[in-house]
């Protein structure tokens, strides 16, 4: 089977600890599967999504799934992503890189969020 | 039982598609209490907080949450907010406004994130 890495992409931050739950989240997906899992940003923190691909590939992934951490699908995700993201295919021909649609777009993530908003007013 | 609402603070955004799961948020929430839910921007959207403070007030709620919809507590979390939460405070003297941990700093949410992750990689 081949190796298929998963690239979590946040936005970045000037305060480290905005990155933890990043963090928590990469730690869970290790957790959870045998393959590379890793944190890129689009500003502000490092590393940026080609230096996080370029390590993966370095790694022998022959694929990798981009996933927007992000709420909303704005222009940073609309506009910017899929034109770094055409950046790393141009300098990784060989690697298949995806990417999914912005987590907050999920049904069961919104509901998660809103078990969370519910239980803050019990 | 006095009237409580909760308000769902983002960060806010110039393409209005972004907004969507907010609003997809909301409408979970209202279908799960008949007590006001709204959404209250940083920048770039509208109403600021402090106008959807004014308006839940207006509305005779006597406690408001504030419900931070970001995935890190950074500066907006951790400075930002806490300095408009004050302002709404003085304002409305007579609401008592809490502010919750942001949504991504909860445990079953950055669950929900974890699973829709490993769905991309299936």
New interface residues.
């Given amino acids: 089977m081949k190796k298929?890495g998963?690239i979590?992409f946040?936005h970045g931050?000037?305060?480290p600890?905005?990155?933890?739950?990043?963090e928590?989240?990469a730690g869970?997906?290790r957790a959870?599967?045998g393959e590379p899992v890793s944190l890129a940003f689009l500003e502000l923190m490092s590393p940026n999504l080609p230096s996080a691909v370029a390590s993966q590939a370095a790694e022998g992934c022959e694929a990798i799934?981009v996933?927007p951490?992000?709420?909303?699908?704005?222009?940073?995700v609309?506009k910017d992503l899929p034109e770094i993201v055409e950046q790393c295919r141009q300098a990784h021909p060989g690697v298949a890189i995806?990417c999914?649609t912005?987590?907050?777009?999920?049904?069961?993530?919104?509901?998660?969020?809103?078990?969370?908003?519910?239980r803050?007013?019990l």
């Fill in positions: 298929h998963i979590l946040g931050a000037r305060d600890r905005w990155a933890e739950p990043f928590r989240l869970k997906l959870s599967r799934t996933v951490v992000f709420f909303g699908q704005g222009g940073h609309r995806s999914a912005a987590v907050g777009e999920d049904d069961a993530v919104l509901d998660a969020v809103a078990e969370y908003c519910l803050q007013v």
